[in-house]
């Protein structure tokens, strides 16, 4: 299995600032990532896929980046709605997500 | 309108089977290479990938997994069917089903979840 870890775990921080979260795989997933956001109670959204493309409808202020074994999620300037959990996940061999970063108010 | 929705029991007991129906509505489970698959999320957990069908009824499980699951699909129903064998309580979550365009596509789609409960 390939896993992924993400970090932080938590992120606190305040609207309009820039965020960045990190997942690693502990082999390649070349360049099949996705991230996700998921609010309490909801399931979770697909915002990137295959690292670094914008899901349908998905504002730009999220952007993707990495390939191989480490990618990135990048929001430029948070926003209210943007307080939620992210995951990552590797659909290069099997399906394996990251453990989630929950960004919260500072 | 694309949507998913899971149906299943609430609660079931250790060492029962439980059976998931995932239903479609706005796509077609033999067309293309569209697939379903499932996954699981633990109160305050990470989320767990258990289990793909696709159109041309390829399917995987998890590996940790492989022995207690089983997937199948109705297309005449537009369901896809899930069961877990041998429940225990660690097996306590929201379980969800997500369409996929592609087996090297994401899940683009998910339904809205149910919850099960292990417990005697």
């Known amino acids: 299995d390939i896993q992924m870890t993400q970090s932080p775990s938590t992120l606190s921080a305040s609207i309009g600032d820039r965020v960045t979260i990190t997942c690693r795989a502990s082999q390649s997933a070349d360049r099949w990532l996705a991230w996700y956001q998921q609010k309490t109670g909801k399931a979770p959204e697909l915002l990137i896929y295959e690292a670094s493309r914008l899901a349908s409808g998905v504002p730009s202020r999220f952007s993707g980046s990495g390939s191989g074994t480490e990618f990135t999620l990048t929001i430029s300037s948070l926003q209210p709605s943007d307080f939620a959990t992210y995951f990552c996940q590797q659909y290069n061999n099997y399906w394996t997500f990251g453990q989630g970063t929950k960004v919260e108010i500072k | ?120």
């Open chain 2, 1 to 120: 309108q694309v949507t998913l929705k899971e149906s299943g029991p609430v609660l079931v007991k250790p060492t029962e089977t439980l059976t998931l129906t995932c239903t479609v509505f706005g796509f077609s489970l033999n067309k293309g290479r569209m697939g379903v698959s499932w996954i699981r999320q633990p109160p305050g957990k990470a989320l767990e990938w258990l289990a793909n069908i696709f159109s041309k009824d390829e399917y995987s499980y998890s590996p940790s997994l492989r022995t207690r699951l089983t997937i199948s699909k109705d297309t005449s129903k537009n369901q896809v069917v899930l069961t877990m064998t041998n429940m225990d309580p660690a097996d306590t979550a929201t379980y969800y089903c997500a369409r996929m365009n592609d087996i090297l596509d994401p899940f683009d789609i998910w339904g809205q979840g149910t919850m099960v409960t292990v417990s005697s």
